[in-house]
């Protein structure tokens, strides 16, 4: 596990943030594809000194990214498993997260405390996919001492967005 340092995400350094900052993180977190003119006119600023405003939150690293949201149902994987994982003590650091991250359905893969030293999350179409996923591209991997498996059976809290941390507010999800 002491090689896990060299592949752990290390924490960024706080980025100071004025309104004009927060009220454009929170304008692109409810629609990322947003222009840089509709931007402007909500800040009350030109649209050149708002690209230069993003532009620099993304070079300080606090925007990474523009994502899609995938309902994983309609792309054919509505299945969700948590495998968490031991690893022994004189396993190969490298080549077991060589062979996760080789593993398409691997959504997640985070380092923790406790009796575990990982957690996996993977997409999965049904129950025989599962089955393969373990006996073929899991269990077969060198250095696993332990693994469970955990099948969700539905999302109650969905993962908070970074609008709802600068917003201070919480979402409301339908009651099924």
Same mark, same amino acid.
């Given at each position: 596990?002491?090689?896990?340092?060299?592949?752990?995400?290390?924490?960024?350094?706080?980025?100071?943030?004025?309104?004009?900052?927060?009220?454009?993180?929170?304008?692109?977190?409810?629609?990322?594809?947003?222009?840089?003119?509709?931007?402007?006119?909500?800040?009350?600023?030109?649209?050149?000194?708002?690209?230069?405003?993003?532009?620099?939150?993304?070079?300080?690293?606090?925007?990474?990214?523009?994502?899609?949201?995938?309902?994983?149902?309609?792309?054919?994987?509505?299945?969700?498993?948590?495998?968490?994982?031991?690893?022994? @003590?004189?396993?190969? =650091? /490298? $080549?077991?997260? #060589? !062979?996760?991250?080789?593993?398409?359905? +691997? *959504?997640?893969?985070?380092?923790?405390?406790?009796?575990?030293?990982?957690?996996?999350?993977?997409?999965?179409?049904?129950?025989?996919?599962?089955?393969?996923?373990?006996?073929?591209?899991?269990?077969?991997?060198?250095?696993?001492?332990?693994?469970? @498996?955990?099948?969700? =059976? /539905? $999302?109650?809290? #969905? !993962?908070?967005?970074?609008?709802?941390? +600068? *917003?201070?507010?919480?979402?409301?999800?339908?009651?099924?």
């Amino acid at each position: 596990m002491s090689k896990m340092t060299s592949e752990v995400e290390k924490p960024h350094a706080v980025v100071d943030l004025d309104e004009i900052d927060r009220r454009l993180l929170v304008l692109l977190c409810e629609d990322p594809r947003v222009s840089q003119r509709q931007l402007a006119r909500e800040v009350g600023m030109s649209p050149p000194a708002v690209g230069e405003r993003i532009a620099r939150l993304e070079r300080q690293g606090l925007i990474r990214g523009y994502t899609t949201v995938v309902d994983w149902s309609a792309l054919g994987y509505p299945g969700l498993v948590y495998i968490p994982i031991t690893l022994a @003590t004189d396993a190969d =650091l /490298g $080549e077991i997260l #060589r !062979e996760l991250r080789d593993i398409a359905e +691997l *959504t997640e893969l985070v380092v923790v405390t406790g009796s575990y030293d990982m957690i996996a999350r993977f997409r999965i179409k049904d129950h025989a996919h599962l089955q393969a996923l373990l006996l073929d591209r899991i269990w077969p991997i060198r250095g696993l001492q332990r693994i469970e @498996t955990f099948l969700s =059976l /539905g $999302e109650v809290v #969905r !993962e908070r967005t970074a609008f709802d941390l +600068l *917003t201070g507010t919480t979402p409301h999800y339908p009651a099924d």
